[in-house]
């Protein structure tokens, strides 16, 4: 991210271990910060202060420990929290929308597209598989994702979370 321009680019994560690592192995990067927190708790950070906050598993994770509800619950709010208005939850997930957006509205009011990647085959199995990106897909309470995603189960989903304006 830094390389295509932005300046101010905040990582947690709740292992020292981790945090550790990416900043020794990203030291010659100072707009890269890493903290050492949990998701479920970022009262470090105030209200409204981010306009993107991408998660590339740590929803996924939370889902599979004990209290998973309460633990998913408590990091969407919190998200929802720090974003400012009009700010962007990108959520990059193999949770199917079967699945996924019931969890995303209980927590908070989003406008929520997805996007599906699907790795496209290749005659040669010595290439590099290619992913192709759907155009967003607006999800609403009524009808079936089958018709767009198939039975595909080599699909990448991404849910692209919208805050409203505070007030309205």
């Not at 990416?22 to 100072?30: D, V």
Request: proline share 3%; net charge negative.
């Amino acid at each position: 991210m830094v390389d295509d321009g932005y300046e101010d680019v905040v990582n947690i994560d709740i292992s020292s271990v981790v945090i550790e690592a990416m900043q020794k192995k990203y030291s010659n990067r100072p707009h890269l910060k890493y903290i050492k927190m949990d998701v479920r708790d970022m009262s470090t950070f105030e209200t409204g202060s981010f306009d993107a906050v991408i998660d590339k598993g740590t929803l996924d994770s939370l889902l599979c420990v004990y209290n998973s509800k309460q633990n998913s619950t408590k990091m969407l709010e919190e998200v929802s929290r720090v974003l400012k208005d009009e700010g962007v939850y990108i959520l990059i997930t193999y949770g199917s929308p079967i699945y996924r957006p019931h969890l995303l509205r209980e927590s908070c009011s989003w406008t929520i597209k997805l996007h599906v990647i699907e790795k496209l085959p290749s005659a040669d199995s010595s290439e590099r598989q290619s992913w192709d990106l759907t155009s967003p897909i607006t999800l609403d309470d009524g009808g079936s994702l089958e018709t767009v995603v198939g039975k595909n189960a080599d699909l990448h989903y991404i849910y692209v979370c919208t805050k409203g304006k505070s007030g309205s």
